[in-house]
């Protein structure tokens, strides 16, 4: 097991209602004014804006608001809020919907405080010193971006997705409640439902030994989704799936199931560039490249893809040929992905690469040359074009 630290200073706030104690939460931050930052409309329509303004008003706390936030968010509403904040003299961001909204207020924190070019620090060219302070009421159970401390924005110039990592924009509170996601819709649900799992994957699939406890988390997360999700699928309504999925997006990405190993990333990177080109959703997409992935990379740790299968997946272990076991893993998985209404290649996402865009992609995805990903096996540009011609 390697070194590691863990922090996970968000307060979380679960259960019924939960919305209703907004006001209290910001109080506690010792914020006087607050940007309210949402989604395209799902927020207004289900009555959760107002709540949300009704729990300020009564708690005397003011706000403006800034709505627009969409799947893959942009860079352009993220320069919108910096104005925005800065006019107004906000001293608090909270983000009302789901990872979109999230990421996109992070962003804005950190741009808000920052002289620069906040585009800047998602390229690496420099590090954040400060960020606005930040809480979120989630409405989708997906990215884990209530309590992790990343965000992925996209910059209309060239299409480019990129993300950054910075305890600055880990969110003060989280308010939890699994009602909340009762409106979504199935392929969202599901969609959530990948993205929570593979959060769990990308730390798993890594070579280092002796990580059984956070093995045995892992497993058992993945385990408890995977059910989850096919309750979801028969009864949306659910509240006890509901918040399963809730809280288990949380546990999958604030670092908990990475403990003491590296992992690996690159279906990630690859989802990023598909995003960043085509705006695909983010689960839909990683699960169309995750089978891909696995058959090129598996034999770099037969052992560990033979773990997945047995522990995860209830694939019977074929002493005689280990690697027998891996691709009937691989393919359980992917039959998973298809039952619950995912796809399983590209062309399934309704996306038809041609040679030149997979070429496109993989130029992208090594930061134009600049960079290998992945953590089982090292990627270069040749191996990322053959992952996409393989996943198309």
């Not at 918040?243 to 990405?253: C, D, I, P, T």
């Not at 990475?258 to 990177?269: F, K, P, S, V």
Request: charged residues 25%; aromatic residues 8%.
């Amino acid at each position: 097991m390697n070194n590691f630290q863990y922090y996970t200073p968000t307060k979380v706030v679960f259960g019924k209602d939960t919305e209703k104690e907004t006001g209290a939460l910001i109080k506690e931050q010792r914020c006087s004014k607050v940007l309210v930052h949402y989604g395209t409309g799902s927020v207004k329509k289900s009555g959760l804006l107002d709540r949300v303004y009704e729990a300020l008003d009564k708690e005397g706390v003011t706000y403006v608001s800034l709505g627009g936030a969409v799947p893959n968010p942009r860079l352009s509403l993220v320069y919108e809020g910096i104005e925005l904040c800065r006019k107004e003299g906000v001293d608090f961001i909270l983000a009302v919907g789901g990872g979109s909204a999230i990421d996109s207020a992070k962003a804005i924190a950190l741009g808000t405080k920052y002289e620069g070019d906040v585009w800047d620090l998602y390229l690496k060219k420099d590090s954040a010193a400060d960020a606005l302070p930040l809480g979120v009421i989630l409405t989708i159970a997906a990215t884990g971006s209530e309590m992790s401390d990343s965000t992925v924005i996209t910059n209309e110039e060239g299409w480019l997705k990129r993300g950054l990592h910075s305890s600055l924009v880990r969110p003060g509170f989280a308010v939890m409640n699994p009602e909340l996601t009762y409106t979504l819709p199935e392929y969202q649900t599901m969609s959530g439902c990948t993205d929570i799992l593979m959060h769990t994957m990308e730390r798993y699939f890594s070579h280092e030994m002796d990580t059984d406890l956070v093995d045995g988390m892992a497993e058992s997360l993945l385990k408890s989704v995977m059910r989850a999700a096919r309750v979801l699928l028969k009864e949306p309504k659910n509240y006890d799936a509901r918040a399963e999925v809730l809280w288990a997006g949380s546990l999958s990405h604030n670092g908990l199931t990475g403990c003491g190993r590296t992992g690996d990333w690159a279906c990630h990177q690859l989802e990023h560039e598909l995003g960043g080109m085509f705006d695909v959703a983010h689960g839909a997409g990683l699960a169309a490249v995750w089978g891909s992935w696995a058959r090129y990379v598996y034999k770099e740790d037969v052992a560990r893809f033979a773990k997945f299968a047995v522990n995860v997946m209830g694939v019977a272990y074929d002493y005689g040929d280990p690697e027998k076991t891996v691709l009937m893993g691989i393919e359980a998985m992917e039959e998973f992905f298809r039952t619950i209404h995912m796809p399983v290649s590209i062309h399934e996402l309704g996306v038809e690469l041609t040679d030149e865009q997979i070429g496109e992609l993989a130029y992208k995805c090594t930061y134009m040359g600049q960079r290998m990903i992945g953590g089982i096996k090292k990627l270069g540009k040749d191996d990322i074009a053959r992952i996409y011609e393989m996943a198309r």
